[in-house]
């Protein structure tokens, strides 16, 4: 008789699923938690002792490790010395096995949890049945996923077995089941020993879904999200209204929580193409949005807004006057998601603010051939270590500009330029291949403005022209990292123009 063994922690439609199976007179191998659901049920089942001849021992640790399971899993069909050892043994074959694994990723995620707890909930038997299974995958049929339930079942019904099309499919999916739980046990053990740089670098991520295509509308592309949720990212996100986000549409939301990540006080970030257009910073969130709108009125149109606290009335108002293509905040009061949902494609997002400040997973970047990794940057310099340079000192009031351009720039793509007071941005110079261009599109963007703004650069300027430029155009303070050969050149055109200059010592390229 074809037999199946069952051994789950997740519990769901197991019933109808061995119900199914013995609808076809398929025997039921069972073990612990799962035989017992199955026996309250009016199930029949054979316990694992009654296979091995053995006991369960070491509080559960032992039980299916045994040649009688395992023989019966990996012992091929069609080769006679096989199947002659089994007869000689006394193993019977196992066609099905149905195994999800134990609990690990919801155990290390539960506040407080110890390191003996999460030992305790690696799973040593179930991946090594399934994996027994899944590599004899031309007889045997490995199951992991209560999703797949239901097909195998009506297959068994329309053909009396599964296919072989269906048990490649499934072996593979066990295997990618397997390698996802073992990177997890893996990066948990290698965090405890605070290992940095492992020889090897073992990731897993789960499908959050497909996109409709990725970058450009030939390019197929999906969306997948850290195994262990981070909840200040947009993986995370709740969308309340509006059409499925895009491929651009989550780089660009990603890269304006990050700039939202710097600002504590009430503030709006408006974005496109991966650098903030708009920054504004208030005592109101809606006079945040009207400095974030008013930074460059006509750039915002189509961006996606990031607002560090929840939307009113006012300020839906205000949004509602515009083509946007994501809102991104805390929560909605009912009044301004009446408003802002009468646009039907506009995407409307909550994120957990609260968590913003939680240790986040590091950079990760693909090339050709393999990954770099990094740590995020996540340095932000205080004026009380900053290095003044001129002669001149800066204001008060400069210092609190500087503090806020600092912020802004560290998240616009090198050569980075900003120009801004101490709450908004006001000229935004990103991504050139020279420094003075950087300078040159900032300063144009902030037009008169320039005169009362201070600029600030993501790293040192190589030469003295991009201070001459912006001295010429009323610019009286700048911040930047030093650290040039002709710093000396930099700081004797700032004291020719009366231009205040500070060193952070620190740059932030973003490419």
């Not at 499934?170 to 405890?192: G, M, N, P, S, W």
């Not at 300063?443 to 600030?456: D, T, Y």
Request: hydrophobic fraction near 40%; charge should be negative.
């Amino acid at each position: 008789m074809t037999r199946a063994l069952l051994s789950v922690s997740d519990k769901k439609g197991i019933i109808e699923f061995a119900k199914g199976l013995q609808a076809f007179g398929i025997e039921i191998i069972s073990t612990g938690g799962t035989k017992k659901t199955l026996d309250e049920a009016g199930i029949e089942t054979i316990s694992i002792e009654e296979v091995t001849g053995f006991p369960e021992m070491m509080d559960g640790r032992v039980k299916t490790l045994h040649p009688n399971i395992h023989g019966g899993l990996l012992g091929r069909r069609d080769l006679f010395d096989h199947m002659d050892a089994m007869k000689t043994s006394g193993i019977l074959p196992i066609d099905f096995v149905c195994v999800n694994l134990y609990p690990f990723k919801e155990t290390i995620m539960k506040d407080g949890v110890t390191e003996k707890e999460a030992i305790e909930n690696i799973d040593i038997g179930g991946p090594s049945m399934l994996r027994s299974a899944a590599k004899n995958h031309e007889f045997v049929t490995a199951i992991v996923d209560p999703a797949d339930y239901t097909g195998i079942l009506n297959e068994l019904k329309a053909n009396g077995a599964t296919s072989l099309h269906t048990r490649q499919k499934l072996a593979a999916k066990v295997f990618r089941h397997t390698a996802a739980y073992d990177a997890l046990i893996a990066q948990y053990l290698t965090e405890q020993v605070k290992e940095e740089k492992p020889e090897k670098l073992t990731l897993t991520y789960e499908r959050k879904q497909e996109l409709r295509y990725g970058e450009n509308s030939h390019q197929q592309a999906a969306f997948y999200q850290s195994a262990l949720p981070e909840s200040y990212s947009i993986a995370q996100a709740k969308q309340l209204h509006g059409k499925e986000l895009s491929f651009n549409n989550i780089r660009d939301a990603d890269a304006a929580l990050r700039i939202m990540s710097e600002f504590h006080a009430p503030t709006v970030v408006a974005l496109k193409h991966m650098n903030p257009c708009g920054i504004g910073t208030a005592e109101t969130i809606l006079d945040a949005w009207t400095a974030a709108y008013e930074a460059d009125p006509i750039s915002i149109f189509g961006g996606i807004i990031v607002l560090n606290r929840e939307v009113d009335l006012a300020t839906a108002e205000e949004m509602h006057k515009l083509f946007l293509e994501i809102i991104i905040a805390p929560s909605y009061t009912p009044e301004s998601l009446e408003i802002l949902k009468t646009k039907k494609n506009l995407r409307l997002l909550t994120v957990d603010f609260a968590s913003q400040l939680e240790k986040n997973s590091d950079d990760i970047v693909s090339v050709l051939g393999g990954l770099l990794i990094q740590e995020k940057d996540t340095s932000m310099e205080e004026a009380k270590d900053w290095q003044v340079v001129t002669d001149r000192q800066p204001t008060a009031d400069e210092i609190a500009a500087l503090s806020f351009a600092w912020k802004a720039v560290k998240h616009v793509k090198s050569n980075a330029i900003v120009l801004g007071n101490k709450q908004q941005t006001l000229g935004i110079g990103a991504g050139q291949m020279n420094r003075v261009g950087s300078v040159k599109i900032a300063i144009e963007q902030a037009g008169e403005k320039a005169k009362e703004a201070v600029l600030a650069s993501d790293a040192y300027f190589p030469m003295d022209d991009s201070v001459e430029y912006a001295a010429k155009h009323g610019i009286k303070a700048i911040i930047q990292p030093g650290g040039s050969i002709k710093d000396q050149a930099s700081i004797d055109m700032a004291n020719k123009y009366g231009v205040a200059m500070v060193f952070t010592n620190v740059r932030h390229f973003r490419h």
